[in-house]
C-alpha cells in the first residue's frame, strides 16, 4: 500500500490501481479528493470536510462513494442517491478492495463550553493504517501505521506521546500539522520521537511512503 501525505489531516492510499481518500478539507489541496475511488470522512469541522472538494470528485467520477457520518452524509446523500454512506462505531465494510472498521464515536474535548460533536475514525485492512479524525482513539485492535494528529487546539503535547504508547504502533506519521510552525517542529519530532516508543515520521505534503 502506498501512502501520501496531503496538507493537514489528509491522505490518499493506494493499491492494486485504487485510491482511498480521507478527510479531504479546506486546508488541504484543491484537488486532494480527485481521483478517489473511496472517500472517507471524520467528522464535520471544515479542515476535515470540504463540501466543494467531495462535490468534484463525485462528480468527475460516477463510480465513487463515500463513507462518513451522519452529520457530514446528510449534506450530499440527495445530490449522490445510492454513492454516501452513514457509518458510525463499530460499522464495517469493503470498497474497492480496502477493507475498513470504524472506531470512535465523539470529537476530543476543545473546552468544556463547546458542545462535543460526532467523530470516527476508520481502521484499513486488518490495522494496517488507522486515521482517528480529531480524537485520541484506542480501537481495539492492533495497528501497523497511525496517522497521528500531532497539533490540535484540543490536544497537548503529553497526550500526543501518550496516545503513541498506548497504542503502540510499528509506525507513526503525523497529520493534522498545518498549524504546527517550521519552528516547533523539531520539538515536536525530537520528544514524540524520543518518548513515543515507536518510529516516529514526518511526510511533506506531496510526499510518499510504501507500507
Known sequence: MKLTKKSHACVRLEKDGRTLVIDPGNFTEEDAALGADVLLVTHEHP??????????????????????????ADRLSAAFPGRVHTVGHGDSFTAAGFDVQVHGELHAVIHPDIPRITNVGYLVDDGAVFHPGD????????????????????????????????????RAYDIHDALLTDLARPIYDRQIGALGGTDHQRLAPGASAEL
Not at 50 to 72: H, K
Open 47 to 72: 479542515d476535515h470536510f470540504d463540501e466543494g472538494r467531495l462535490r468534484a470528485a463525485l462528480e468527475a467520477d460516477p463510480a465513487a462513494e463515500l463513507w462518513t457520518l451522519r452529520s457530514v
Open 135 to 170: 480524537a485520541l482513539t484506542v480501537p481495539d485492535h492492533a495497528v501497523d501505521t497511525l496517522l497521528l494528529p500531532v497539533m490540535a487546539p484540543w490536544s497537548k503535547i503529553s497526550e500526543v506521546i501518550d496516545y503513541v504508547r498506548e497504542l503502540g504502533p510499528r
